[in-house]
């Protein structure tokens, strides 16, 4: 079974500053991986996915992720903070169990960005 | 994009009432739905994979009798709460895949608040 686990429940960054929130997986094939953003009394929006092929994903709203197997890494960066970034990220998995059809979220991580 | 509606967003309701939860997918087509439980600052905890035109699968611990899915037309899945009581309480999210294609993800619906009073 796949899994994935965010290091770091709650991420305070300055506005203008790099973004970096931190995602490992373990699975023993490799997985799917997803970022999702979700606001407040919301659901889940996608951000990027990896699946196949290049190993560096761009997402909207200026986020990117990069697939590592050495590492078993799926990290999300944005250059830049900005306000409207404000919000909680789940990183999540999907695997061959199952068709790649059930997707496993980690924990979350809360970003705050601060003025 | 992809457009999953979720309907009603809030719900309060009495001790024993059951609510009815519907999940569409607005511009395509999913056999396949999923709903998910979130509680306060938690992450999404899947309930069942509802599949059309045949019975959920429902993971280990949730109650079938008490969280009936039905998932009817390749458009429209609902959940209904059955005899709700207050540790019901929670937010409820779905999510469709879009039928077409390979490697499709997830669509998520804004959510449904619950509150049993």
């Known amino acids: 079974a796949q899994s994935v686990t965010q290091l770091g429940s709650h991420v305070s960054v300055s506005e203008g500053a790099l973004v970096l929130l931190r995602c490992n997986y373990s699975?023993?094939?490799?997985?799917?991986l997803f970022w999702y953003v979700q606001y407040p009394n919301q659901g889940l929006q996608l951000l990027l996915k990896?699946?196949?092929?290049?190993?560096l994903v761009k997402g909207i709203n200026g986020f990117e992720a990069e697939f590592k197997k050495s590492e078993t890494s799926f990290h999300l960066t944005k250059p830049s903070a900005h306000m409207s970034d404000a919000a909680e990220y789940f990183c999540?998995?999907?695997?061959?169990?199952?068709?790649?059809?059930?997707?496993?979220f980690g924990t979350g991580t809360k970003l705050q960005v601060i003025p | 994009g992809a457009v999953v509606s979720q309907h009603p967003s809030w719900v309060i309701c009495k001790s024993g009432t059951s609510v009815k939860i519907e999940c569409r997918s607005l511009?395509?087509?999913?056999?396949?739905m999923f709903w998910y439980r979130q509680f306060p600052k938690q992450s999404l905890m899947l309930m069942a994979t509802?599949?059309?035109?045949?019975?959920?699968?429902?993971e280990q611990g949730v109650e079938k009798d008490k969280f009936l899915i039905n998932h009817a037309s390749l458009t429209l899945s609902t959940l209904t709460v059955t005899s709700a009581h207050p540790e019901d309480s929670s937010f409820y999210i779905c999510?469709?895949?879009?039928?077409?294609?390979?490697?499709?993800?997830?669509?998520f619906g804004d959510g449904t608040r619950l509150s049993i009073l």
């Open positions: 509802s599949n059309e035109g045949s019975k959920a699968t429902y």
């Open positions: 511009d395509f087509q999913a056999t396949t």
């Open positions: 999510s469709a895949k879009d039928s077409q294609g390979q490697n499709q993800p997830q669509h």
């Open positions: 999540a998995v999907s695997g061959p169990s199952g068709g790649y059809q059930k997707v496993t």
């Open positions: 990896y699946t196949t092929g290049a190993t």
């Open positions: 699975s023993s094939v490799p997985p799917y």
